[in-house]
């Protein structure tokens, strides 16, 4: 079965800097769908970014960026020149892809609380 | 577009009691899938449902069961609840290999 590792469950960044959580994940498929969901305050589950295993080249959407290694099975998210707004609780999920018969349902990760600091 | 939709928003049962929830999914959207999320064990599947099909189901007892209709609006029924069972019930819908998109959730308290 697919596990999904966050082992920082809390991170504080300062306002405009930088900070990367971290995410590792254990499958013995090679195709794959790896997701950053951020979850405020509200309990909305919002969708930060998607990677696919077979694409090289890391996803990057506006301010965040991810650094996936699969050899490693890392996928850790950076979000630049943070804002209040990005406080929130990250969730990192794993998906397998239906082509090779794995079960699309999303494997969540325990959870990363970030707090941005003014 | 309009996003996922959850109803009730919040819902107080008690012990015994059985509850209904429901999900519309954004247009488009055949595939419904439904978590459970609580401190204790984090978010949990619990089944999906593409085109009126069960397609995947979770780890969770029978009293937990769902249907899709032909609108792709689907429900989640949890019968006997327990006191475990409160959490927060998230919705979520998709496009064929797409990614999912979730609704607000609706938050159960079971006393």
């Known amino acids: 079965a697919q596990t999904v590792t966050q082992s920082q469950p809390e991170m504080s960044v300062q306002e405009a800097e930088t900070v990367t959580l971290s995410c590792t994940y254990d499958?013995?498929?090679?195709?794959?769908?790896l997701f950053w969901y951020k979850q405020p305050p509200s309990r909305q589950m919002i969708l930060v970014i998607r990677?696919?295993?077979?694409?090289?080249q890391n996803a990057t959407e506006n301010r965040f960026s991810v650094n996936f290694q699969k050899a490693a099975k890392s996928f850790s998210l950076k979000i630049s020149d943070s804002q209040l707004g990005d406080a929130a609780m990250y969730f990192c999920?794993?998906?397998?892809?239906?082509?090779?018969?794995?079960?699309?349902?999303?494997?969540f990760g325990k959870g990363t609380k970030l707090t941005v600091n003014p | 577009k309009a996003g996922v939709t959850q109803t009730p928003r919040y819902l107080i049962k008690t012990r015994g009691q059985q509850v209904t929830l429901s999900c519309s999914p954004i247009?488009?959207?055949?595939?419904v899938s439904w978590y459970q999320q609580t401190p204790g064990q984090g978010l949990q599947f619990l089944f999906e449902?593409?085109?009126?099909?069960?397609?995947n189901k979770g780890n969770f007892p029978g009293r937990f069961s769902g249907r899709q209709f032909s609108n792709s609006r689907s429900e989640m029924n949890v019968s006997t609840l327990e006191l475990g069972d409160s959490a927060l019930y998230l919705c979520?819908?998709?496009?064929?290999?797409?990614?999912?998109?979730f609704g607000p959730g609706t938050r159960l308290l079971v006393l």
């Open positions: 979520a819908s998709r496009k064929y290999q797409e990614t999912q998109y």
């Open positions: 499958t013995s498929e090679s195709d794959y769908y």
């Open positions: 990677q696919e295993a077979y694409k090289q």
């Open positions: 999920a794993y998906r397998g892809a239906r082509t090779q018969g794995g079960s699309e349902k999303l494997v």
């Open positions: 247009s488009g959207h055949r595939s």
């Open positions: 449902y593409f085109s009126e099909t069960q397609r």
